[in-house]
């Protein structure tokens, strides 16, 4: 499939350099189907330059557009937009083209690998392992996944990491309580199982609060840890193993690879980023690299506090301790360094929006990461209790995401087991295993698709009732959607035979033209999901679809398909409902949500 936007996009760009004014081709899809699919408004700022009329513009560069094949004759709108319109013969030639699916696992689409391939670290989930993970570590984990799906199909090398917090004091009053309670933990380090982590931290916290005695235990554990105390660190990586165990619990429910590369893993290279900065110092001592009331910090331009003062990142506190930022600066010179990375990513709530801006500039300034290496900081907003109240436990503590995610599969399991609300009808007859296995996939996809549907920067409600109903842009409605088209292709007898995907594909009714437009704009999307990093984007794509499916599809204002006469007409259109499928399916996929063949 190729991508339609780039190609006009090309072709628009031969008409720019043949009027003698290259430059951006601005190519946007039409805000409204009256005025076409694509509208370019490059007319505009060529004319603003040149001194022209902008629709003399458009003009001569109408003249000059070789696209007789694409597009109707173009029109040119308002000040100077070119409205661009596909012909439906084109459309179907474009869909014809589209490879059959080989293997059923591995079905792109025919859509291509990025040109330049990058290895791409992606930063992701990353909870603090002193706690259980809660619903704030869902969205990280959810958007990280979904990113790195997308950016793997482009043929990317990703390395998915887990910074997760394991480092640090509170690690010290863990490991200390650790010990009280359970003494032979040292010697057994295997057979630790904490049921409750949350439980554990507040137990180890009240003893922290209330013993003077355990206060001081706790901060000799945390300086023995650091120092490498064999014993201390045999009781703090089976607390770790533990914590991390109830981690990948949930990745394993939520089908999200993820190396885990915690804090712990950069202590030495800290030492090592603390001499490199100090040699810098050393070299340039007015430079960026100063000491300023005891720390080591790095002074950037263009951060300064409220009052208007200068402010630096610490790397090195008074105390000689290093901090969140000393920890970040590491993972960049191993991912820069050891992993070869030139594009490193991190899925990290808005609140941390700050430290990376600061982080990345300072990255640049002391040349632990070159102008080549990219560094983006993909925030995102919070997730709310219903209400907008923040998400708490009735006790105010907080609610752990293992019993989000379960509940989510409960109450799915529920919907499946209401009546269809259309006239559409339901298999009745799934076995048990089957529907347990399918209110697995719809809760847990409700849940991921519900996040990625937010945009990224607003906080969203979390809403059980909304994300798991069968109607509006919900993981059930697209699923559903997908599973209603397949029945449709076994009702048809036509899934997924050799007649079938050879079929001439011939485009009239305006709900099949508008069906096919809305399945090739897939390759624009996937453009643009990578580039901006927006899996929004592609919820919103793939809800589009699944309505221009079902005009498509409807009784009174669509076309009829499996009682479609001639029988060429007939398996055209099964074969339009076929790559809707497969369009379904593999964005479905980049989400991180599995389809499921009968629901
Ligand atoms: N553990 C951190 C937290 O819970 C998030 C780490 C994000 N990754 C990073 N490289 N800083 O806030």
Request: with cysteine; charged share 25%.
């Amino acid at each position: 499939m190729i991508a339609l936007r780039e190609l006009l996009s090309n072709r628009i760009a031969d008409a720019l350099r043949a009027i003698g004014a290259e430059g951006d081709v601005q190519i946007a899809p039409a805000q409204d189907e009256k005025f076409g699919d694509y509208q370019c408004n490059a007319a505009m700022a060529i004319a603003k330059k040149q001194g022209k009329k902008p629709r003399d513009v458009a003009q001569s560069i109408v003249e000059q557009l070789r696209i007789d094949d694409m597009c109707e004759l173009p029109e040119i709108a308002g000040p100077g937009f070119i409205n661009l319109r596909l012909k439906p013969g084109f459309l179907a030639k474009t869909l014809m083209d589209v490879p059959a699916q080989a293997v059923e696992d591995n079905d792109r689409l025919g859509l291509p690998l990025a040109v330049t391939q990058e290895t791409i670290v992606i930063d992701l989930s990353s909870p603090n392992l002193a706690k259980e993970m809660h619903v704030g570590h869902l969205r990280s984990t959810v958007i990280g996944d979904c990113i790195a799906r997308v950016l793997e199909f482009e043929g990317h090398n990703v390395i998915r990491e887990n910074h997760v917090g394991d480092w640090g004091t509170q690690f010290g009053m863990l490991v200390a309580h650790l010990r009280r309670i359970k003494p032979d933990v040292a010697d057994n380090p295997a057979s630790l199982v904490i049921k409750d982590l949350e439980t554990f931290y507040i137990e180890a916290k009240a003893r922290f609060d209330a013993d003077d005695e355990f206060k001081t235990e706790a901060r000799e554990t945390v300086v023995a840890l650091q120092r490498g105390d064999p014993l201390i660190r045999k009781i703090w990586q089976a607390f770790c193993n533990e914590s991390l165990r109830h981690c990948h619990e949930i990745y394993r429910q939520l089908n999200v690879r993820l190396v885990d590369r915690g804090e712990s893993f950069y202590n030495d290279l800290m030492d090592d980023v603390i001499r490199r900065l100090e040699r810098l110092q050393r070299e340039n001592p007015g430079g960026a690299v100063r000491e300023s009331e005891g720390a080591l910090c790095i002074f950037l331009d263009g951060f300064t506090t409220r009052e208007g003062q200068p402010l630096p990142m610490i790397v090195r506190k008074t105390d000689g301790g290093y901090n969140y930022a000393t920890s970040d600066l590491a993972t960049i010179v191993d991912r820069v360094e050891r992993l070869h990375a030139n594009r490193i990513i991190y899925v990290v709530g808005m609140s941390q929006k700050q430290h990376f801006e600061m982080l990345f500039a300072a990255a640049h300034k002391v040349g632990i990461a070159g102008a080549n290496i990219a560094m983006e900081h993909v925030g995102f907003g919070n997730v709310l209790a219903p209400g907008g109240r923040p998400f708490k436990t009735r006790e105010g503590g907080t609610i752990k995401l293992k019993d989000l995610l379960n509940e989510a599969v409960d109450r799915a399991r529920r919907v499946i087991d209401q009546p269809p609300t259309d006239d559409s009808k339901r298999p009745t007859d799934l076995a048990l295993s089957e529907k347990d296995s399918i209110a697995e996939a719809v809760g847990l996809g409700a849940i991921k698709y519900f996040d990625l549907s937010h945009s990224l920067m607003s906080d969203y409600t979390f809403d059980l009732e909304i994300m798991l109903s069968l109607e509006g842009n919900t993981a059930p409605y697209m699923l559903y959607a997908y599973a209603r088209i397949r029945s449709i292709a076994r009702k048809a007898g036509a899934s997924p035979d050799a007649r079938l995907t050879e079929a001439a594909i011939a485009l009239e009714h305006p709900t099949e033209i508008a069906l096919a437009k809305k399945i090739l704009q897939f390759a624009d999307v996937l453009q643009t999901v990578s580039r901006d990093l927006r899996p929004n984007v592609l919820t919103d794509y793939l809800f589009e679809l699944a309505k221009a499916f079902s005009r498509f599809y409807d009784k009174k204002i669509g076309v009829r398909v499996i009682d479609a006469t001639p029988e060429s007409i007939r398996s055209s259109r099964l074969r339009l409902c076929d790559l809707t499928a497969r369009v379904l399916k593999l964005g479905l996929h980049l989400l991180g949500i599995e389809t499921i063949e009968q629901m």
